[in-house]
């Protein structure tokens, strides 16, 4: 095509998304490989890794240039590790989209020790151990991507109660957004984080299933309700509504945004009342 679309390329690049087997991830795993980069997902699951690794090389678009590995974010060995893989067997990331998030949904009262340093674990100080790793790398070549997925419940309350220590850890991270883009920036790495609301994932529609068996349909419905109310557009998105924001955010088309907490919620964040209520 040329011209414009060039900017979205993204061929040599190495990238890193962690959580980048399911749900969103998957997606932003797909439009980082689709555009070219050789992409690295890491998780848990080893299961779960091979077979969305598997599924995404068929696509011709991809041709195989989806990796992956094993990783425990709660565990810091596991993460050093993975920084360590990164450089031997990746060459470096390029591109690192921090994806992966943990919670609980337990109340503030009743959250344990255990807990609350998973949550911490997983949700910061994993991202500052792997960018600490990555940023060397990045720095030499003068090039470089951060990319946050962060929560629109850092902007407005959720319907549902028990995400106080995700809502606070993810409030860091936008926090963390604004100071490393200009730490960073000097060597042409953009750094930005992803305000994300409300997407119809397996997770959604697990928990979604979860409600309908335990408390019924009229729990299940409301569940989908509450949060489709709060969106401007009245709907949920869609994973793939994610893909070309992701390619733009992470080349050269998107080289001079940096440092921002862009809200990616169908206008969640904007709703001083619910959708279709009379003004």
């Known amino acids: 095509m040329g011209g414009i679309f060039d900017k979205f390329k993204l061929d040599g690049r190495t990238a890193l998304v962690t959580g980048g087997a399911t749900g969103l991830g998957y997606h932003m795993t797909k439009a980082l490989a689709e555009a070219g980069a050789t992409v690295l997902i890491a998780a848990r699951r080893e299961n779960v890794l091979a077979e969305a690794a598997a599924e995404l090389n068929q696509n011709p678009?991809?041709?195989?240039?989806?990796?992956?590995?094993?990783?425990?974010?709660?565990?810091?060995?596991?993460?050093?590790?993975?920084?360590?893989?990164?450089?031997?067997?990746?060459?470096?990331?390029?591109?690192?989209?921090?994806?992966?998030?943990?919670?609980?949904?337990?109340h503030l009262a009743n959250i344990t020790d255990e807990s609350i340093d998973d949550i911490m674990g997983v949700n910061i100080a994993s991202n500052v151990i792997l960018i600490r790793a990555f940023a060397p790398h990045m720095r030499a070549k003068k090039w470089g991507r951060i990319l946050f997925s962060s929560s629109v419940s850092t902007v407005v309350s959720s319907p549902h109660e028990g995400i106080s220590m995700y809502t606070a850890t993810k409030g860091a991270l936008n926090a963390l957004t604004r100071t490393l883009a200009a730490e960073l920036g000097h060597d042409n790495i953009t750094v930005n984080s992803l305000i994300i609301g409300f997407f119809i994932t397996d997770l959604v529609r697990h928990a979604e299933n979860l409600l309908r068996e335990t408390q019924g349909e009229a729990a299940a419905k409301k569940f989908m309700e509450d949060f489709v109310g709060m969106s401007a557009l009245g709907r949920a998105g869609t994973p793939d509504e994610l893909e070309g924001l992701i390619q733009f955010l992470c080349s050269g088309a998107g080289s001079y945004v940096t440092g921002t907490n862009l809200a990616v919620d169908g206008g969640m964040s904007i709703m001083l009342r619910p959708n279709g209520m009379a003004g």
Request: one cysteine or more.
């Open 61 to 106: 678009a991809i041709a195989g240039r989806v990796r992956w590995t094993t990783v425990d974010l709660t565990d810091r060995k596991s993460v050093y590790a993975l920084a360590d893989y990164c450089e031997k067997e990746m060459g470096g990331i390029d591109i690192y989209l921090a994806n992966a998030a943990f919670d609980t949904n337990q």
